[in-house]
C-alpha cells in the first residue's frame, strides 16, 4: 500500500517523502508514512542501501521478515531508524555502528536473536553510535552478555527489556554523561549493582526488576531504583525495602486496587519527569474524589513504552479510612475508569484501563444486624410477654367472676 498522493503526475511537488534536484534527480529522503500496516509483509532487501540520501527509515508496525541486510550501514545520512514491531529475525547488523548521524534507533519487539554486535577494532559495532540518544532494543531473543557502550556519551534511554542479557552490569555503563534512563527488567543480569561514584548526574531510574542481582552497593544516587523480585530483595534484613516495593503516597498498608493505564498518543518520551506524573496523580485523585469515591490516594509506577507506541503506567488506588474495598466500591471505580469520565492531562491524550482482578473484598460487617435483631427478639418478647400477663389476667378476672355467679 502506498500513500495516495504517490498517484500525482508530479513527482517533485506532490509525492510524500520525495524530494528533488535540479528538477532531474529524485532524492528519497523518508521512509516512514508506511508504518502501522500490517499488510506489508516480505522482506527489506539490500537494495535499500542505495538509498543514500534516506534521512528517516520507519517502518514501525508492520509484518517485515527476514534479515536486516548490512547494506543498512551505508546510509549515512540516516538519523531516524525505527524497524520495530515486525517479524525481522536474524542478528543485528553490526554496519549499523557506521552510521555517523544515527540519532534514534529502536528494533524492539522483534524476534532478533544472536549477541549485541560490539566493536573490536576490525569490525563496527553499536558502541560506535556516538550520536544515539534512545536505543531501544526490547523484547526480543537476544541472549546477549552485558553490553559494553561505554562510547556512547550522547545515550540518554537506554531499553532492554526481556531480551534474555546475561552476566554483571558494568560500573562504567552508569558513568555516560548524558544517561537519564535505563530499563533492563525481566533479564538474566546478575551479581552485584554498582553505579560507582561518576554515575552520569542526570541519570533518573534504573528499573532492573525481574533479575538475578545478589547484592547492591548503596552509593550516592537518590533517584529511583527498583530491584523488586531479585536475590537480593529476597533476604532478609537487607535495608534495601525502599528499592524493592513500591510504596504508599501516603504510608498507609492496604489492599489496593490495581491495574493498568495505556495511553494510546502521549506526546513526550520522557520517563522519569517526575512532575507529569504528579499531575496525573492529582488529576486522578481529585476526580475519584468528586465523585464521593471513598479513595484515600493513588500511587503511579513503572511507566514503560508499550511496543514502544503505547504509555504503560501501573495504577494502585488506595482506600479512605480503612485497609480495603468492598465489591461496590471496586465496580464504581472500575466503571469511572473504563467507561472514560476521567480525562487526563491533555500531554497523556486518550487512555485505556485494564483493571485486575481484585479479591479482597471488605466483608460487609453485619453485627448491627444482629443487634437490631436482638432488640427487635427483646421487644418481640417483651410484648409477647405483657400479652400473655394481660390475657392471664383476664383469664383470672373471668374465672372470678364465674365462680361469684356460682
Known amino acids: 500500500m502506498t500513500p495516495p498522493s504517490w498517484k500525482a503526475s508530479d513527482h517533485c511537488s506532490n509525492w510524500e517523502g520525495i524530494e528533488c534536484t535540479d528538477s532531474c534527480y529524485l532524492h ?8 502501522y500496516n ?57 554496519s549499523i555502528g557506521n552510521l555517523p548521524k544515527l540519532y534514534w534507533l529502536d528494533m524492539a519487539h522483534n524476534n532478533l536473536r544472536g549477541p549485541i554486535p560490539v566493536s573490536n577494532g576490525s569490525t563496527s559495532g553499536l558502541d560506535m553510535m556516538l550520536h544515539t540518544k534512545p536505543l531501544y532494543l526490547s523484547n526480543n531473543n537476544l541472549s546477549s552478555p552485558v553490553l559494553n557502550i561505554t562510547g556512547m556519551n550522547n545515550l540518554a534511554y537506554l531499553m532492554m527489556e526481556s531480551v534474555k542479557l546475561k552476566g554483571e552490569l558494568l560500573v562504567d555503563l552508569f558513568s555516560l554523561s548524558s544517561l537519564q534512563t535505563v530499563v533492563l527488567k525481566n533479564n538474566q543480569a546478575d551479581g552485584t549493582l554498582d553505579i560507582g561514584t561518576t554515575y552520569s548526574n542526570q541519570l533518573q531510574l534504573i528499573d532492573l526488576s525481574y533479575n538475578y542481582t545478589t547484592e547492591y552497593k548503596k552509593g550516592p544516587c537518590n533517584d529511583t531504583i527498583i530491584l523488586e523480585n531479585n536475590p537480593v530483595c529476597l533476604e ?39 512532575s507529569i506524573y504528579k499531575e496525573l496523580e492529582n488529576k486522578l485523585l481529585t476526580s475519584l474524589r468528586s465523585h464521593q469515591l471513598l479513595v484515600d490516594s493513588v ?62 473484598y471488605e466483608v460487609i460487617s453485619t453485627e448491627p444486624e444482629k443487634s437490631y435483631s436482638s432488640i427487635g427478639i427483646i421487644i418481640g418478647a417483651a410484648v409477647g410477654g405483657s400479652v400473655l400477663v394481660l390475657l392471664l389476667l383476664l383469664a383470672g378476672v373471668y374465672a372470678f367472676r364465674q365462680k361469684r355467679r356460682a
Open 28 to 35: 528519497l529522503i523518508g521512509l516512514g508514512f508506511l508504518s
Open 38 to 94: 500490517k499488510d506489508l509483509t516480505g522482506v527489506l532487501p539490500p537494495l535499500i542501501g542505495n538509498l543514500k540520501k534516506l534521512t528517516n527509515l520507519i517502518l514501525a508496525g508492520c509484518s517485515f521478515t527476514g534479515t536486516i541486510p548490512d547494506t543498512i550501514g551505508s546510509l549515512e545520512q540516516l538519523v531516524f531508524l525505527s524497524l520495530n514491531s515486525n517479524k525481522f529475525s536474524g542478528g543485528i547488523s553490526a
Open 236 to 274: 532478609t534484613e537487607t535495608g534495601l525495602e525502599s528499592y524493592c516495593t513500591i510504596s504508599s503516597p501516603n504510608c498507609r498498608c492496604a489492599y489496593t486496587y490495581k491495574g493498568i493505564l495505556e495511553f494510546r498518543a502521549p506526546s513526550f518520551s520522557d520517563l522519569v519527569n517526575k
Open 299 to 360: 500511587a503511579l509506577s513503572n511507566p514503560n513504552y508499550k511496543d514502544s507506541i503505547y504509555l504503560d503506567l501501573s495504577l494502585e488506588v488506595f482506600p479512605y479510612g480503612r485497609d480495603r474495598f468492598n465489591l461496590t466500591e471496586i465496580s464504581e471505580i472500575r466503571f469511572w475508569l473504563s467507561s472514560r469520565t476521567f480525562k487526563p492531562p491533555k500531554s497523556f491524550g486518550p487512555f485505556v484501563f485494564h483493571g485486575d482482578e481484585y479479591e479482597d
